[in-house]
């Protein structure tokens, strides 16, 4: 059975609600209470093996933080763009590799944005993730 874009988005989730203290939600949201990760699905190639095999779906993990100064910002979000450690986001994602059985690998690719955003009129620090899944 191939995973739904739901179902891998929601075993992305369970995988990174192991890092204490981080929320996580499926969409951006008027009201947040930092620091959450916010799931995204971007897109899915059907065709990546012969006879429906494999799919390739992508998601933006955007991690928010508190932006009481742009240095703390940069040092509260650091923890979770790390490449391990308790607080990686990366490290929770890619110790399981099926995500419970769900999908049949996970790959982060990095981090490509790190950025002042507004949510409700208030500024909050966010960098956002990129990972692959086949499915």
């Not at 916010?38 to 990546?48: A, G, L």
Request: avoid cysteine; aromatic fraction near 6%.
């Amino acid at each position: 059975m191939t995973a739904t874009l739901s179902e891998a988005a929601t075993a992305l989730g369970t995988a990174i609600s192991t890092i204490s203290g981080l929320r996580v939600i499926a969409h951006p949201t008027d009201q947040i209470n930092p620091p959450v990760a916010v799931i995204e699905p971007n897109s899915v190639d059907y065709h990546k093996a012969f006879a429906n095999g494999l799919s390739q779906m992508t998601f933006t993990i955007t991690v928010i933080v508190s932006r009481a100064a742009d240095r703390l910002a940069l040092l509260n979000v650091d923890p979770y763009i790390a490449t391990e450690g308790a607080s990686s986001i990366r490290q929770a994602v890619e110790d399981d590799q099926t995500l419970g059985g769900v999908v049949q690998a996970v790959k982060m690719t990095g981090a490509t944005s790190f950025v002042t955003i507004s949510i409700a009129e208030a500024s909050y620090f966010a960098a956002q993730t990129e990972v692959i899944v086949y499915a």
